[in-house]
């Protein structure tokens, strides 16, 4: 017993120590952030960030527009689906020419086990996503595909992927109340719709954190955003193919706009305008894993709310959407509980990791033999440690 008092004594003694002199290096990783390379990254974040908006915004409108005029949300999908196969297909064929390394290739049983069931899951939530287009506003579809937050943090709790929280609750609260009031009496509200693309939220919640179980698992080797494209469009175009031939084969092979026209360019015009949309489509997708892949999660998470905010401006300003005095306060609700779900992350997330540290340093009886040698404090050693990870950590920011 007092033999361990003594070292947990001097294991405080070294502690001090080491925090000594880790300060005086903190306060020279500040001084180099405020430096043109940091500059640089900074610029580097907003032109992925605007770089997202672009596709992002851009295909919630182009969408909302075709599909209202033509009728086709599920065909409109499988040309998309298609498309960004072929795309991501044919880039990782230059890629492997160029770099003479052979890409990622799952074997039958991890395909069928890991990838088929998030193909199956993303095609229903942008089948359903974009089918609701057909009934609902712009401004009522964003703000309930917010509601996905939701959704996502009940599936990261069910799969453990996340820590239940007090603060959780509030969060939901916040969300689901705020969305309360935004469809609350209003005026352009379609129940059909609405039922639509909540539907969607709840897959897109589990969309994403079955994503996410598949790219933390580094041996699969889908971490690139094409082999990840490749591998899951066949599954999402199986499950739409039926569903898209069963509801709108008939009607889209007989409409005179489309395949019945008889004037060549109009038709090719019409044409062009979905291969717009496919490249819109595969555009997003890529711009999405770009700003997460080189910036965070975080990152993506608050210029996720910050979009939403634009769509709904555009939606309302362009479009001639109507919201009334409750459904503005349920949007503000809605806004402020999501933006408080991205703080609670951020810090959690900084918690859990001091956690960790202080838990494996208490656990370790080799920390003083790490520390001294013979008898001295390994002040270098722990110097150029600490600068490494410190000088990591600010790079990763």
């Not at 070292?7 to 405020?34: D, G, H, M, N, Y």
């Not at 892949?293 to 709904?312: A, R």
């Not at 001091?354 to 040698?373: A, F, G, P, T, W």
């Amino acid at each position: 017993m007092a033999k361990q008092t003594a070292k947990r004594k001097q294991f405080t003694r070294e502690l001090r120590l080491l925090r000594s002199t880790i300060k005086p290096r903190a306060e020279e990783v500040k001084r180099s952030i405020c430096t043109l390379g940091y500059a640089t990254s900074m610029l580097k974040t907003l032109f992925l960030i605007v770089f997202y908006y672009c596709f992002s915004i851009g295909i919630t409108f182009y969408n909302q527009h075709f599909i209202q005029e033509y009728k086709l949300p599920l065909s409109f999908t499988m040309a998309h689906l298609v498309w960004k196969f072929m795309a991501a297909g044919f880039i990782r064929w230059i890629m492997e020419c160029c770099s003479k390394e052979e890409r990622t290739i799952l074997t039958w049983k991890e395909y069928l086990k890991r990838v088929a069931p998030t193909g199956f899951i993303s095609a229903l939530d942008i089948g359903l996503s974009n089918w609701s287009f057909d009934f609902i506003t712009i401004s009522l579809y964003t703000m309930t595909k917010s509601s996905a937050v939701i959704f996502i943090l009940a599936f990261s709790l069910l799969f453990r992927l996340e820590k239940c929280r007090s603060s959780l609750v509030i969060v939901v609260l916040f969300i689901a109340g705020g969305l309360f009031m935004f469809t609350y009496h209003s005026t352009e509200f379609n129940l059909e719709g609405f039922l639509m693309v909540l539907a969607a939220s709840v897959l897109s919640g589990l969309r994403w954190t079955l994503a996410q179980m598949i790219l933390q698992k580094h041996e699969l080797g889908l971490h690139h955003p094409l082999d990840m494209m490749y591998h899951i469009q066949p599954w999402m175009i199986l499950t739409l193919l039926p569903l898209s031939a069963a509801t709108e084969g008939i009607k889209m092979s007989s409409m005179e706009a489309l395949f019945r026209s008889t004037d060549i360019n109009d038709l090719a015009t019409k044409l062009a305008l979905v291969f717009a949309g496919a490249m819109l489509a595969f555009g997003l997708e890529f711009s999405e894993f770009l700003l997460v892949s080189n910036t965070s999660s975080l990152t993506f998470s608050v210029s996720g709310i910050v979009k939403e905010l634009c769509i709904l401006y555009l939606a309302i300003n362009v479009k001639g959407e109507n919201i009334n005095v409750i459904n503005g306060i349920g949007l503000v609700v809605c806004l402020i509980g999501i933006s408080l779900h991205v703080i609670l992350k951020a810090v959690y997330a900084r918690k859990d990791r001091e956690e960790k540290i202080v838990h494996s340093l208490s656990n370790s009886e080799e920390i003083i033999d790490m520390l001294m040698r013979n008898g001295d404090p390994n002040v270098g050693s722990v110097e150029d440690d600490e600068e490494e990870e410190l000088f990591s950590i600010a790079q990763e920011r």
